[in-house]
Structures are given as structure tokens and as C-alpha cells.
């Protein structure tokens, strides 16, 4: 569970110091941005650290580990995305964490799900925002969905695969 906050959030830290430094959004932005990075940090560490002492609750844990963490990547895409354009990298975040301890299917769904709200976010700005999106924007949105599927079942092919060779070497 901790792989979440050794990788993963050093990237979002990374991402957003970019958006921050480079894009200079509003300090209410900032703010919020870092608040809601900080309050994920917390929660993921905690329930990682905690997840054996409720045996019983951990695949209840993990998943709501991955929702939270689906949650907070669409609240800093919608509140950065606007600032820096690699923003929807975060919506690998919710996918691969779930590859290292779900099955193939609800690695797929949870990848299209979060595709999906990358997409959605897009829209929703666009309309929010009164912005034309072209059909080139589209097609770019397009493909970041689709890499973020592809790339979560690369991510559960390799946890598999890894779990596999460790059964093998017993």
C-alpha cells in the first residue's frame, strides 16, 4: 500500500510544484491544491500502515484507498488542468495502484472509470469555461484515455507476472 505514497506522490508533488511554479494559478488554487495533496498523503499513509491491524476490512481498505485516490486526482485535474497540461497523468494514480491487488477485470473498470472522468472533467470545463473544443483536443484527450487503460493493464500484467515467478521460487 505504501507504494502509492513513495511513487506516486512525489509525481503529484512533482506536477503540481510545475503547474504552480511555471502556470502561477491562483493562490486559492494553490492552497486548495496542496491541502488536498497533503490530506491524500495522510490518508493513504494511515490506511497503508493500518491495513493489517483490520485483517478483516483490508480488500474493503485497498479499495477505498483507490476510490479516494480516483477522487483526489479528478479535484487537482479539474483544479490544475487548466495551468499545466500534464495534469491528467494523474488519473494513473487510481489504476495502477489497483493493478498490485485486483483482479484484471477491476483493474479494466477502474481504468475505464477513470478515463472516463479525465474526459468528462474535459468537457465539463470546456462547457464551464465557454471553450471550443476542437476535434484535434478530442483526439488528444483520446488518447491520454486510452494510454491510461493500456497502461493499467500493462501495470496488472507485470504485478501478476511478478507474483507468478515469486510462487515459482518457492
Known amino acids: 500500500m505504501h507504494i502509492l505514497n513513495y511513487y506516486f506522490t512525489p509525481f503529484a508533488v ?14 486559492s488554487v494553490t ?7 497533503a490530506a491524500a498523503f ?3 499513509y494511515w490506511l497503508g500502515s ?6 478483516r476490512w483490508s480488500r474493503h481498505i485497498r479499495a477505498l484507498t483507490v476510490w479516494m485516490n480516483l477522487a483526489v486526482s479528478a479535484i487537482l ?3 490544475l488542468a487548466a495551468y499545466w497540461a500534464p495534469m491528467w497523468l494523474l488519473f494513473l494514480m487510481a489504476p ?3 493493478a498490485m491487488f485486483m483482479k484484471k477485470w477491476q ?3 477502474t481504468a475505464v472509470l477513470s478515463s472516463a472522468i479525465m474526459l468528462l472533467l474535459y468537457y ?11 476535434s484535434q483536443f478530442w483526439a488528444m484527450a483520446a488518447t491520454q484515455a486510452v494510454f491510461i487503460v493500456f497502461f493499467s493493464m500493462f501495470t496488472a500484467a507485470m504485478a501478476e507476472m511478478v507474483v507468478r515467478v515469486r510462487d515459482a521460487q518457492r
Open 14 to 27: 512533482i506536477l503540481i510544484l510545475f503547474a504552480i511554479f511555471f502556470s502561477e494559478p491562483d493562490k
Open 31 to 37: 492552497y486548495a491544491s496542496f491541502g488536498i495533496l
Open 42 to 44: 495522510i490518508a493513504n
Open 50 to 55: 493500518n491495513v493489517y491491524r483490520f485483517l
Open 77 to 79: 485535474f479539474y483544479l
Open 96 to 98: 495502477a495502484g489497483c
Open 107 to 109: 483493474v479494466f473498470l
Open 124 to 134: 465539463l470545463r470546456s462547457v464551464v469555461y465557454g471553450l471550443g473544443m476542437s
